[in-house]
């Protein structure tokens, strides 16, 4: 589902396309930017950033697809067809189109309404300097040559040029490549690129239609297929009804006018009759109701749905990856302790430290710790700097006297010199703190290369915040069969003691990402390895791949910039709404509340929406297997076909409507097992073949006991309503006090209705003949119906039994 992202705000010029050199253009310093005039004069002239994401769809749209569609049309054409023969009460099946239509236009626009106001809660806002002062706006109001002050983690939202500072820009998403490129003053940042280290000031210079982004679609950039199993078996039913209605129809309207000695009139009421019941014309409606409301339940615990069908994804997910930060930590850092090496006073240290983070602009835990811990620097000339990145591990500056001090990973940092402190390293690790170096060299950067002679100077000690929630979510995962997954970019043995202390289980199986030189090592580990430490941004994507490749559903959670490609890879990607633009920005999911305890609540939906749905749809699937049937069926068999529309209404009405939607909202808290189709089939096969088997029987014994026509249609009307409601029986179970009175008003109502409605249903009062042919068929539909499912089940077992056997062999 894609979601609108802009602020309520006044109406505003709408932008439109124009190249920035018609107009006369501003040169604003970095720390100044615009004045409100210029800012003011750029709206008027619809210089503006303008609504740049695809909103979610218009009422008017909501309410136009769900009257018009593929089942509705057909159900459209049938009315029209039953009105021309002039039988009314034959069109009543139209009500439930109409009613189910409200139904699902009315649950729409109520998700949608929902949604766009969380989508306030979440949408980028974009950090501008104006009148000298910066500020966060919209990003729908950035105008022409506006100064956009961006940091580590920000996506950039227009193109602009880089006027004050240094980063490194991430464009995977533009141009598919993950590698980081430098950008410095004078380049051109793009927009849909997002920093990945560093900070800058650029000046905006393109807006609305000629920014880069905006000609590449967003859900091009960002949507990927849904990897719905309820979505892609809805299209192939659909298909294949489509392929096969207007055959069967054709024939049987041929059989019933040509060659069977009926009217006009009847012929058309039989074709629709058998027709309407191939239609399964609540289903699509049902998965779009339920999907609705389980968007509107999960807002209420502030989640963020952007893509509808991720919620039966995350249902059937079997292996979580985590990204420590901001999932079982809090996503802050404290500093713990400063150890010295080689007697060096601790007060320098400290003061290279200060010095150090008042230089760099980095926004990460990390320097928000120690700028926290050492507010006061001394004022020491920068003449370098070196932001932080995910790929070096490190982050440096060179002083004009000082000389140069790096901080970061130990192994990066000090490379074969580790050797000599790897001991006490590990020691403070397994302890569960991060462990960085600070090292000293005399020489300046070359580049962006480490300086020569570095020599540490102290081993500086931070931890991160464990969230009290969790150890509950880590066990409710683990209790549920999800396998957990930690992936970071820190030390292997800090994560591991951290996953440990969270209580997840073997947190002692880790490694050292580092050691992973191939595509194969990183398939190999992913199964063998609980905790992955020292992951690269390109691993994490490699390690969700080789565990998809190994047949598992995965989500991935992340709040980082180096999460992004990983989330974008996996089959459902949560996101914290407090992380990085970008990471929200690809994720089907978005926390609000930033907090990973919401998850169980998550997945719990979606077990509800998945479970409830298989037992809804084999309830459709019953009717549309069996009219399919009993029309191939009758196109050859001697006798015109038994039911009126109006027939096929009633019971569709008791047996498969009104329970189908009720079920569907009710609480489901089991385990999703085994696959949408073969679930529902298993229990609409056993219901369907019982219906056609007793239909075929019954219309053998109509050439062979003098029945009338209106007699055997009564008796066809009650035995599949009797088998009907068997079949809702099935699904109902385990029965609970909710289901029981749920049968029960359905039993009673079909009940009354075949008994003080006769004459509306086209029915007539049952004989005594009539019962000696209607009691036993009643019994034996319900010892074939168990006959079917145990057969069902035994050859499901069996299937089961063998693919598990293959797939131990490999």
Request: proline letters at 4%.
């Amino acid at each position: 589902m894609l979601v609108s992202r802009h602020s309520k705000q006044e109406p505003s010029p709408k932008p439109r396309a124009h190249s920035a050199q018609q107009w006369a253009r501003y040169t604003p310093a970095p720390d100044t930017g615009l004045s409100e005039e210029q800012v003011q004069q750029r709206r008027n002239e619809g210089l503006l950033n303008g609504e740049t994401e695809i909103k979610t769809k218009s009422i008017g749209r909501i309410i136009r697809d769900n009257v018009i569609n593929p089942f509705n049309i057909l159900n459209m054409i049938l009315a029209a067809l039953v009105l021309s023969v002039g039988s009314f009460k034959n069109m009543l099946f139209m009500n439930i189109i109409l009613i189910n239509t409200c139904i699902g236009s009315f649950q729409e626009i109520r998700a949608k309404k929902t949604i766009d106001k969380l989508s306030l809660i979440s949408a980028p806002k974009a950090s501008v300097v104006r009148a000298g002062k910066t500020q966060k706006i919209p990003v729908s109001d950035i105008v022409l040559d506006d100064i956009l002050h961006l940091s580590s983690g920000n996506q950039v939202c227009s193109d602009c040029i880089l006027l004050e500072g240094e980063c490194e820009a991430n464009e995977s998403l533009i141009t598919g490549e993950s590698d980081p490129v430098t950008k410095k003053p004078g380049d051109l940042l793009l927009s849909g690129s997002f920093l990945s280290s560093g900070s800058c000031y650029a000046k905006v210079e393109h807006v609305g239609e000629e920014n880069y982004a905006t000609q590449i679609s967003s859900s091009a950039k960002y949507v990927k297929k849904p990897n719905s199993e309820i979505l892609y078996w809805m299209n192939i039913i659909i298909k294949i009804i489509g392929f096969v209605i207007i055959p069967v129809g054709a024939l049987l309207f041929y059989k019933e006018m040509f060659l069977s000695d009926i009217s006009f009139q009847e012929s058309v009421l039989d074709v629709v009759a058998a027709l309407i019941g191939m239609i399964p014309e609540g289903l699509m409606l049902l998965i779009s109701v339920v999907f609705a409301v389980g968007v509107l339940r999960l807002s209420r615990h502030k989640t963020l749905v952007q893509e509808l069908y991720c919620i039966e994804t995350l249902a059937r997910v079997d292996t979580l990856c985590l990204d420590k930060t901001g999932t079982i930590t809090e996503g802050t850092m404290q500093l713990d302790e400063i150890l010295p090496l080689h007697d060096t006073p601790q007060e320098s240290i400290e003061t290279a430290l200060a010095a150090m983070m008042q230089s760099l602009h980095d926004s990460n835990p990390t320097s928000d710790a120690l700028r926290k811990a050492f507010p006061d620097a001394p004022a020491w000339r920068a003449v370098a700097e070196v932001p932080f990145s995910s790929a070096r591990k490190w982050s440096g500056v060179s002083f004009q006297t000082e000389g140069t001090y790096v901080l970061g990973a130990a192994e990066f940092v000090l490379k074969s010199a580790f050797e000599a402190v790897r001991p006490l390293v590990e020691s403070y690790s397994d302890l569960g703190h991060r462990v960085l170096v600070l090292a000293h060299a005399d020489a300046p950067f070359s580049g962006k290369e480490l300086p020569l002679g570095l020599n540490p100077v102290a081993l500086i000690l931070l931890s991160d915040k464990i969230r009290p929630s969790a150890k509950r979510t880590l066990a409710y995962f683990a209790d549920q069969g999800v396998t957990l997954k930690v992936i970071s970019g820190d030390n292997a043995h800090t994560v591991s003691n951290i996953a440990e202390k969270a209580g997840l289980e073997h947190a002692d199986r880790y490694i050292d990402a580092t050691t992973l030189q191939t595509d194969a090592e990183i398939a190999a580990a992913a199964k063998e390895y609980t905790v992955f430490g020292r992951v690269t941004p390109q691993q994490k994507l490699q390690l969700v791949k080789a565990l998809k490749q190994d047949g598992h559903t995965v989500a991935m959670t992340g709040d980082g910039v180096n999460d992004v490609l990983a989330l974008k890879e996996a089959d459902c990607s949560v996101a914290m709404a407090s992380g990085s633009d970008a990471a929200r920005t690809v994720s089907q999911l978005v926390l609000l509340d930033s907090d990973f305890a919401s998850m169980p609540l998550v997945v719990k939906e979606g077990r509800r929406s998945i479970n409830n749905l298989q037992r809804s749809a084999s309830l459709f699937l019953v009717k549309t297997i069996f009219s399919t049937l009993i029309a191939v069926f009758f196109i050859f068999a001697p006798v015109t076909y038994p039911m009126e529309p109006i027939q096929l209404t009633l019971i569709s009405f008791f047996t498969i409507g009104t329970p189908s939607f009720l079920l569907a909202l009710g609480p489901n808290k089991e385990r999703v097992h085994g696959h949408f189709i073969w679930n529902v089939l298993q229990n609409a096969l056993p219901a369907a073949l019982t219906m056609t088997l007793n239909l075929i029987m019954m219309t053998a014994i109509f050439q062979f006991v003098g029945f009338t026509g209106s007699e055997f249609s009564t008796l066809c009307v009650l035995m599949n309503g009797f088998t009907g409601l068997l079949m809702l029986l099935n699904v109902c179970r385990p029965l609970n006090s909710v289901r029981t009175v749920l049968f029960c008003a359905m039993a009673a109502g079909f009940t009354v209705a075949t008994i003080f409605f006769q004459p509306l249903f086209g029915l007539v009062p049952v004989t005594a003949s009539m019962l000696v042919v209607l009691i036993p068929m009643m019994f034996f539909a319900v010892f074939l119906m168990s006959m079917l499912s145990q057969l069902l089940r035994y050859f499901a077992a069996r299937v089961s039994s063998g693919s598990k056997r293959r797939h131990t062999r490999r």
